[in-house]
């Protein structure tokens, strides 16, 4: 994997967490809301959920 892979992916996942608040800044407040009252464990297990796709994704598509 060359540096402008890896920055190009960065670039990317920029662009795909700026639509949101893009497109409906109240519903990503909103969702941002309910993200703060989830206990840690809990925001842990989503972002090993996270973590576990992306490499699902990864393996698949490499």
Do not use: H, K
């Not at 662009?15 to 990503?28: A, Y």
Request: with cysteine; hydrophobic share 55%.
């Amino acid at each position: 994997m060359s540096a402008d892979t890896l920055w190009s992916a960065l670039a990317l996942v920029l662009v795909i967490e700026g639509l949101l608040p893009f497109v409906s800044p109240g519903g990503w407040r909103r969702g941002f809301g309910q993200l703060m009252q989830l206990r840690d464990g809990q925001l842990r297990f989503f972002g090993l959920c996270s973590i576990l796709v992306g490499l699902l994704l990864l393996w698949i598509l490499y």
